[in-house]
């Protein structure tokens, strides 16, 4: 057995006699230590981002020294220092080079890199960085006695949020495909939506669509982890589990057996146009992070409508296609904002029983939304959304594909105030939406505003939409109004006859 300190003593123990056989002193501290096969040499890993090959024969100092990813100085001089080298694996071949495995020892110079496995092989030296950083490393061989050659065919890497394993047999060194999934919040998970009882097509429908988005560039070879009994679990109801992340991504899990089967991935950020660096029309005034991050979805399995509420105050509805299709991404803006400081409540013994209906109208018209784009007054931002929908034509691939966003825009150089709300109705084509300034309806199969109220509007004690009680007759002052209350009527006809009870209850009481 062999122990290296950190010291930088090593110390070779006789376990039948036990008693050391010998020790060795280096000048670096030593990181780990690995056998070769035979048992006659071993190397050692250090602080400096050295690798020292050793001989039991004489062991007074190492016969061989790297720097793996050290520069080498023109004057011939040791190269520079690099990184510590934390573990170190030496694996041979019977019919080709050792590999040499480590994690670390990158060179200074670089401080932003990400943690990186490398793989020496011959003079071949491959470096693999990782998105998170490495716990440990293990190299699986052809056989498990470590007094033959080894033959090593992959190396499973335990990383702080994932689990990989890289396949040796091939020059590019390849990973192969995760069967499940080791973290879910590969970005983090903002919102979550449950259904049971799908339609029983939906799940293969959904997997089939997402083996298509599958990433390139996986190995061929199975998975070559086994063990274990995999078990489908009790339920006989297909149940879907709908994620939403911060970067924009949305994800479709099978919760039917006993662990999560990723079958669909949906990338919302797609839809927008790229930020670049230094643009005047940014999101950071409003979302400092993660400007795409999913805050509520909505999901209709029977007809597969698919609606997403952004933070960036925004409403994305998505169809379901088995087909691809190139096509442009049609968008609406709407401008939902109060402006509470031009808003003066009359006193008691002043206010009128029956307001003007002009007075009602110009107030309608100022909190209300409008489509309509606004020239900016200098450098006051108004009527632009926050982030750019793509303008032209957009390839979308089988799967959920953009039909329709809405936006919010900014009102006076103030950014429009995120989505707290969401509903929709798939079977009349609406989808309603709304915040703290107020709420929008759109008929997203006409791609139309329907109706875009301000808070004021909705809790205010004089109503806009109220037909007055105070004549039959009809008047041209109300046809706005009374056209709007009809369009309402023939969707919710409780609700607007609730309306007007409960208006013209609290009237006579005051």
Known sequence: MLIGYENGTIV?????????????????????????????????????????????????????????????????????????????????????????????????????????????????????????????????????YPNEFQEPYAVVVLLEKDLIVVDLTQSNFPIFENPYPIDIHESPVTCTEYFADCPPDLIPVLYSVGAKHKKQGYSNKEWPISGGAWNLGAQTYPEIIITGHADGSV????????????????????????????????????????????????????????????????????????HEVNTEIASLEVRLQCEVEDIITPEPETNPPFPDASSQLSSLKSLSGS???????????????????????????AGYQADLVIQLVWVDGEPPQQITSLAVNSAYGLVAFGNCNGL????????????????????????????????????????????????????????????RTSYQSKFYRD
């Open 371 to 397: 489509t309509n784009t606004v020239a900016c007054e200098g450098t006051m931002k108004d009527s632009i959304p926050c982030l750019s929908v793509k303008a032209r034509s957009v390839r979308m691939p």
């Open 251 to 322: 994800k479709f899990w099978d919760a039917s057996a006993i662990t999560l089967q990723m079958l669909y991935k949906l990338k919302t950020s797609k839809v927008f146009e790229k930020q670049k660096v230094g643009e005047g029309k940014t999101t950071a005034e409003i979302v400092e992070e993660d400007p795409f991050a999913v805050q509520m979805m909505y999901w209709c399995p029977e007809s597969r409508i698919f609606c997403v509420a952004g933070v960036s105050a925004y409403v994305i509805v998505y169809r379901f296609s088995k």
């Open 440 to 499: 929008a309806i759109v008929d997203f199969m006409q791609k139309t505003v329907l109706l875009s109220m301000g808070t004021l509007d909705l809790y205010g004690s004089n109503d806009p939409y109220q037909r007055q009680p105070r004549s039959p007759r009809k008047s041209r002052q109300f046809a706005a109004d009374n056209f709007c209350m009809r369009g309402l009527s023939n969707f919710y006809p409780d609700l607007t006859k609730r309306i």
């Open 12 to 144: 070779f123990w006789d376990l039948r006699s036990k008693r050391a056989d010998l020790r060795a002193y280096y000048d670096e501290a030593i990181h780990s230590v690995a056998w070769h096969h035979e048992g006659k040499q071993f190397m050692c890993s250090h602080s400096d981002g050295s690798l020292t090959l050793w001989n039991l024969k004489s062991p007074n100092r190492p016969f061989q020294t790297t720097i793996p990813h050290g520069k080498v100085q023109r004057d011939g001089k040791k190269p520079e220092p690099c990184k510590p080298i934390l573990k170190v694996e030496y694996k041979t071949c019977k019919n080709s080079e050792p590999f040499v495995i480590f994690s670390g020892g990158l060179s200074y110079d670089k401080p932003c890199r990400r943690p990186s496995l490398t793989i020496m092989h011959g003079k071949a030296i491959t470096v693999l960085e990782m998105d998170h950083p490495i716990v440990d490393f293990l190299t699986l061989c052809e056989t498990p």
